[in-house]
Nanobody, 120 residues
Framework: QVQLVESGGGLVQAGGSLRLSCAASGSTSGINAMGWYRQAPGKQRELVAAISSGGSTNYADSVKGRFTISRDNAKNTVYLQMNSLKPEDTAVYYC??????????????WGQGTQVTVAS
């Protein structure tokens, strides 16, 4: 069992910054990729950024150059530094991890979500 606990969301003005954190606990040894998704009202959940255990990253086009994902494997924690925030970044942000539980089964873990609101 893996639990993901997020922190760092809040209300900011356009152009401001936030740093989200997600700490994984439990049976974390099988975790491979981790990432951040977001879901705005009336929209599907979308991938924002992802990072592998080796540090390779990818980003949604809408956040490239503004957001940075990083990972501290020793602390089982992933971060999302969000700069130059725009009102369209407003969403609930969810931490995600994919982990191998047995030889033929991988599962997806999700955090509870943290609200990010960017005021214009």
């Amino acid at each position: 069992q893996v639990q993901l606990v997020e922190s760092g969301g809040g209300l900011v003005q356009a152009g401001g910054s936030l740093r989200l954190s997600c700490a994984a606990s439990g049976s974390t040894s099988g975790i491979n990729a981790m990432g951040w998704y977001r879901q705005a009202p009336g929209k599907q959940r979308e991938l924002v950024a992802a990072i592998s255990s080796g540090g390779s990253t990818n980003y949604a086009d809408s956040v490239k150059g503004r957001f940075t994902i990083s990972r501290d494997n020793a602390k089982n924690t992933v971060y999302l530094q969000m700069n130059s925030l725009k009102p369209e970044d407003t969403a609930v942000y969810y931490c995600h991890a994919n982990g191998k539980v047995v030889a033929t089964l991988s599962v997806d873990y999700w955090g509870q979500g943290t609200q990010v609101t960017v005021a214009s």
